[in-house]
Structure formats: C-alpha cells, structure tokens
C-alpha cells in the first residue's frame, strides 16, 4: 500500500490511485468539494530555485503544461497547479479527476472483448483531437496508452490523462522507459529515450489497433527483462500482425452472425490510418497530431478515399441484397398464406383469435373433390336407370295389371281387386260357409245313429222264499 503523506497546505491527500515508473497517482481534494488527482513524481527537488537542474527541468516543463488549460478542450485532463510535496519535497501535478473506466477496463468482461467500428471511429476522432490540442502548444505526451484515455462518465467524452512523462528530463524518461514504461505501446525511437510528436502518433495507432482486435500487435508475456527486450525488438523489427484476421478471431460469440459480418466491413480510410500511423520510421508518420486529426476528419466527414467508398458501396450492396432476400422470403410467406387461408375456408375452418389457430368444424364432412365426384356420378347413373327401367315396363294402373292376351289357350286370368273391405267380407264369407259345414255334419251324424230302448232288469226268483 502506498504511503500516505501531505501534499502541500489546502491540498488533501486521500490515497494513492496508481503507482508507475513516472510516478505515482493520489486522490485528492482541495479546501471544498471538488475532487482532484495528483501525480507525484519519484525526482525530488532539493532546492526550490534555478540551481536545482530537478527543479528548473519541473518549472519550464510545468510552464509548457500550463498552455494545456489556455484553449480548454474537453478530451484533454485539466491541469489544477502544480508544485513540491511538503514532505519528500517531491514534484507533483494536480489534474482533473476523471470519473470513469479507462480504455483497459472497456475491454474487460463484462464488456464485449473489442470496440464497435462506430465506437472506434468516435475514439479516433476525439482522442486524435487531444493529441492536436497537445502537439500545438509544444507539449509531448510521451505515455500515450489504453490505461491514460478515460472515458468521462459526465459528458460521455473521452480523456487523455496523466501528463507525468512529459515533464521529465530525457534521461529520467529514458531510465523510465527502460524500467517500468508501458512497452507495448512506445515507438522504435523511444528505446533511446528520444519523444518525439510521431511517438504520440505511434502508440495512438496502437491504441485503435488494441480497440479493434481486443490486443496489442506485440503484447508483453511476463515482467521479465527479456520480455520486454523481445517486445521492443518486435516495434523495431517485426511486422505488425494483420488487424483483419486478429479482429475476425476475436470478435464477441454473442453477436449475431449478421452483426459479426458487419462489424467485418472495416473502412479502408480507417486502416489507412491505423497502418501509417504504425511504420517503424517516424518521417513516414503523420508528423504531429494536428495532421493526424486532418486526416481523420478529412476521412470521415469531408469525403473519403475511393477505397473507403468501395467498402460503403459493397456494404450497401450487401445490405441490398439482404433485404431483397428478407422481401423474396416474406412474398412466398404470404403466397402460402393466402393458400392456407383459402382452404382453411373451404374446408369451413374459422380463425380463433384467442387461441392465434385456425380450428374446423366437426360437423362439417370433408372429402377430395374426386371421390365427391364419384359419388355424384354414381347418383345420376343409379336415377338414370331407375327412371328407364319405370318409362319402359308395362302400363299399370292402380292394383290391377294388364297383361297382353295373345298366344294363350285359355282366357287369361284376371285377378280381382283387393281391398281392405272385400278381404274383410272374404274372411266374413269363409267363416260362415265353414260354420255351415260344421253344422251340416252334425246333422248328419245326429240323424245317422238310432237310439235304443232301455233293457228292463230281469227279476230273479227267490230261492225258498230266503232270498
């Protein structure tokens, strides 16, 4: 934990924020409300005047920071005061307190892992901007990275911050550099501690690389001292990885592969920029930022290259034929639907809106229109011969059938008419005529037997007048 001291009268010290090679970063507060941030830096002073080379290389470096505030600029840190610790006699900068994330901690879950080319575009306009701001008043960076660009919650802007390498002499910035500076983002030229404007352009380029694929084109794997050698070799030497194929392999698997495919389609102008601002020799950089923010601008709102409007005809192409294709799927969508809806009408389905379905009526019998047809032909056939076979048999009328007489050897057999009554006195007639015979029997057999007189009993004699 870093120690905590007084700063100097009025001026609370409320903790350390951050501890680096140029020095060390405190919270503070003034005699009130506002809150400040305070870089000490590690050279003390033993003398407060001219003799002190600590103190003058502070006082004409401090005085060119002071133009910073001349021309506010709302994405360039503010600069409070300036002057020695009462304890350790150390120099310090008060600045602006920037309340907010650093470009480091975007990129971090649970933020996606690179910047939107929107997003991006934003970034290189503004922070190109803050180095113009810088480079015109003679002030050099020097630290320019993804921890000292902070994006201001208030205004929504971003902030280049923390102007502690800027004051030092060359030879403390070249004992920084080589001990604890941020490698990966220092120009070829800034190993023999020279800081020049195109350095600022360099770990720019750096910057929009790192937002665009989500790391550095040379990323530093340890602490050791050889792998910070092998870091600065790659600036000098190696080329820088593609930023396309990088980009490609690290986009978000949360987005949508149309998102993916667009978040693709990078503007030539912006890779343009991105690779002049990355080449090993400073002359064939923008030469400060105030070029660089001409080229942005002129880039992205004055017209682009033919390239970049190539990229913006092609995705307009792509565009296009996406929506041809959404409008070819949406058409036969609804062709199917009209046809569904026709039949859903003649099989005598009705929409049920509650339930968003189409639901049939099971009264209703449904069958092909051929077996249908079947059926009805059959019917008119089944007519059609009941009505022939009708027209074409013999006259009749009522009960009684007429049958032609000829060829017969006797007269035909007419049957009588049947009713209900002449049934009835049929029956009547049949009944008497058989009671008739019942009786006419009778009478026969009664007249056909004689009767016999009755035998007298013969008396018989008594014997000896006992019996």
């Keep these: 934990m870093s ?31 506002m809150i400040t941030a305070v870089k000490i830096l590690p050279t003390p002073v033993y003398a407060e005047n001219t003799e002190d080379r600590n103190y003058r290389n502070f006082i004409n470096e401090v005085g060119k920071l002071q133009k910073v505030n001349e021309v506010p600029n709302p994405n360039v840190v503010k600069i409070l005061s300036s002057g020695i610790t009462e304890s350790g006699s150390l120099p310090y900068i008060e600045m602006e307190y920037i309340d907010g994330p650093d470009l480091c901690d975007l990129l971090q879950p649970p933020n996606d892992r690179v ?5 991006t575009i934003r970034l290189a306009y503004q922070l190109a901007g803050a180095l113009a701001h810088c480079h015109k ?29 800027a004051i030092l002499t060359d030879e403390e910035r070249r004992t920084s550099i080589r001990h604890a500076g941020a490698i990966e983002f220092m120009a070829p030229e800034q190993t023999d501690g020279q800081m020049l404007p195109q350095s600022d352009v360099y770990a720019y380029g750096i910057i929009l690389y790192e937002m665009l694929t989500g790391s550095v084109p040379f990323p530093l794997t340890g602490n050791s001292e050889t792998a910070r050698n092998n870091v600065r070799m790659a600036h000098l030497e190696s080329p820088v990885p593609d930023l396309r194929i990088m ?11 149309e998102k993916r495919d667009q978040e693709m389609q990078l503007p030539r102008w912006l890779l343009n920029i991105i690779d002049k601002c990355l080449q090993k020799n400073p ?22 290259s033919k390239a970049g409007n190539a990229a913006v005809l092609a995705e307009n192409e792509r565009l296009r034929k996406l929506v041809e294709q959404f409008e070819k799927e949406d058409a036969e969508k609804n062709r199917q639907l009209a046809s569904l809806q026709t039949l859903a009408k003649e099989i005598g389905a009705h929409f049920n809106g509650n339930k968003g379905v189409y639901e049939s009526n099971r009264a209703t019998v449904i069958m092909p229109k051929k077996t249908l047809g079947v ?67 009778k009478k026969v057999l009664a007249d056909s037997v004689t009767v016999a007189p009755p035998v007298k009993k013969k008396k018989r004699k008594k014997f000896l007048g006992i019996f």
């Design 283 to 304: 002359t064939q950089r923008y030469a400060s930022g105030v070029d660089l923010l001409d080229a942005v601008v002129e880039a992205n709102f004055s017209g682009e």
């Design 375 to 441: 059926i009805i032909t059959l019917g008119l056939i089944f007519v059609a011969i009941s009505l022939y076979a009708f027209f074409r048999s013999p006259a009749s009328t009522g009960n009684v059938v007429y049958v032609p007489a000829t060829n017969y050897l006797r007269p035909p057999y007419i049957p009588k008419q049947y009713n209900y009554d002449s049934v009835a006195r049929a029956k009547h007639a049949a009944l008497l005529a058989a009671k008739k015979r019942v009786w006419k029997s």
């Design 137 to 165: 008043i003679g002030i050099k960076h020097g630290d320019v990275k993804s921890n000292n660009v902070k994006y201001y919650a208030q205004t929504g802007n971003y902030v280049l911050i923390d102007f502690g390498l």
């Design 3 to 33: 120690k905590v001291f007084t700063i100097t009268e009025g001026l609370e010290n409320l903790g350390a924020l951050r501890t680096g090679g140029q020095g060390s970063v405190y919270k503070g507060r003034r005699m009130g409300p």
């Design 115 to 119: 910047f939107t080319i929107k997003e």
């Design 247 to 257: 980009r490609q392999n690290n986009l978000p698997r949360t987005w949508t592969a």
